[in-house]
């Protein structure tokens, strides 16, 4: 619900089915907002039972950071170019809307991966003394 | 356990060797599911009548990055299957695995009726602001479950004796 939608947005956006009248995108802001909450309530639930584990890895971090960050391109694409109606209204995505679109793909598509790094904490950390020996 | 099911002893040893095949498989497992949902769930949606600005025709468009995604998915499902070091059983012996492919088969045969008996057409015809066929909301509601099933049983695989517990088996 949450990368899904910013994704056809962000198509959208970039040129991809350009029929798609621009005012309608806004209204799927929220299917965004529930399936962000659910996903928060059910994350914190597993943060809560593995907190310990958790805290400890870095694709963790990784993925709650670009979680906020793609939370923080939606709510700007929302506010910055939605509520630009000339722009809107005549169709025209203006060079903000694009610039955001990109954020919003790479914020989401890194945070699904980082979410699945979590997976393997011993293959990242391996990856990580590979890199700290410059190797 | 796996007995009685093919191996695939390459694909086995391929997998073992390297760690990372398994995790970046997974990934783009997600990423599809992620466009398929998003893509099938905003025009299952729109059919049942949310989202009326935007003209259902306008989202057709999007429908080859879903299958796309579907191939990408399938692919992956098969490296999945074919490399766990502990043979295809564990998946074919999986109650999740077995529920999880039945409603894939239910939302092909919902999407097989769907472009079958012209449904399809009507539903891209209808005007902007329109309404979508009864019929078509139909096999919207459908869609909408069996991928919400697909990607419950998907979650349950890792946690079938859970699920079994659960269930009482």
């Known amino acids: 619900m949450v990368v899904g939608v910013n994704t056809l947005i962000a198509l959208r956006l970039l040129g991809v089915a350009r029929e798609i009248p621009l005012a309608g995108l806004r209204r799927l802001y929220g299917i965004v907002w529930i399936g962000f909450l659910i996903n928060l309530a059910s994350g914190l639930l597993l943060f809560i039972a593995e907190a310990h584990t958790m805290v400890a890895m870095v694709a963790f971090w990784g993925k709650m950071m670009f979680v906020a960050m793609g939370m923080v391109v939606a709510a700007l694409l929302k506010r910055q170019y939605f509520t630009d109606v000339a722009s809107v209204q005549a169709g025209v995505v203006t060079r903000v809307g694009r610039n955001l679109a990109i954020m919003s793909l790479a914020c989401w598509y890194l945070a699904l991966i980082f979410g699945r790094l979590t997976a393997y904490p011993d293959m990242v950390s391996g990856w990580l003394k590979a890199l700290g020996r410059g190797t | ?169």
């Not at chain 2, 086995?12 to 497992?29: L, T």
């Not at chain 2, 999945?80 to 059983?89: E, H, I, N, Q, W």
């Not at chain 2, 769907?114 to 539903?123: H, I, M």
């Open chain 2, 1 to 169: 356990m796996a007995e009685g099911y093919p191996q695939f002893g390459a694909m086995q040893s391929f997998v073992n060797a390297h760690e990372w095949v398994w995790a970046v498989c997974q990934m783009i497992h997600y990423v599809g599911v992620s466009l398929i949902v998003g893509i099938v769930g905003t025009l299952d949606l729109r059919i049942l009548g949310l989202f009326k600005n935007i003209p259902i025709a306008a989202l057709r468009p999007l429908v080859p990055w879903a299958i796309v995604a579907f191939i990408a998915n399938l692919l992956t499902g098969i490296i999945f299957v074919t490399g766990k070091s502990s043979g295809p059983g564990y998946f074919f012996d999986n109650l999740s695995f077995q529920l999880k492919m039945l409603f894939v088969l239910l939302a092909f045969v919902n999407l097989a009726i769907f472009q079958l008996t012209g449904l399809e057409e009507r539903v891209y015809a209808t005007p902007a602001d329109g309404n979508a066929p009864a019929a078509a909301k139909a096999v919207s509601v459908f869609s909408l479950l069996a991928w919400v099933l697909i990607i419950f049983f998907g979650r349950t695989l890792q946690y079938n004796d859970t699920l079994l517990l659960f269930l009482g088996m």
